[in-house]
């Protein structure tokens, strides 16, 4: 059974930072692509940053810059670093993993996700 816990949301200020985790288990994260996504209120669902299988990093062209994913093989966890977040960024924020072989950009990429961490950007 996969299961994935996100922590690490929060209330900011704008031009802050936050580290969002996401604990993987029963897959691990060097064998799955890892992808964060994030979802505003009356937006659909929308790629933020994916590690695939062989650890190369993607980026949406609002985070590059700015976020930056990684992983740890040894506490089987993927990370979300967030720096100079803005308003804009406010969002609940999900993690997923999802086959090699598939699109990583996109949610039906995935098939399992963690249950989301909201991050609140103040101005």
């Known amino acids: 059974q996969v299961q994935l816990v996100e922590s690490g949301g929060g209330l900011v200020q704008g031009g802050g930072s936050l580290r969002l985790s996401c604990a993987v288990s029963?897959?691990?994260?060097?064998?799955?692509?890892m992808g964060w996504f994030r979802q505003a209120p009356g937006k659909e669902r929308e790629f933020a940053a994916s590690?695939?299988?062989?650890?190369?990093?993607y980026y949406a062209d609002s985070g590059k810059g700015r976020f930056t994913i990684s992983r740890d093989n040894a506490k089987n966890t993927v990370y979300l670093q967030m720096n100079s977040l803005k308003p804009e960024d406010t969002a609940v924020y999900y993690c997923?993993?999802?086959?090699?072989?598939?699109?990583?950009?996109?949610?039906?990429?995935?098939?399992?996700w963690g249950q989301g961490a909201q991050v609140t950007v103040s101005s």
């Open positions: 997923a993993t999802g086959s090699l072989y598939s699109n990583f950009y996109v949610p039906s990429g995935y098939d399992y």
């Open positions: 029963g897959r691990t994260v060097n064998s799955y692509n």
């Open positions: 590690i695939t299988w062989t650890g190369n990093t």
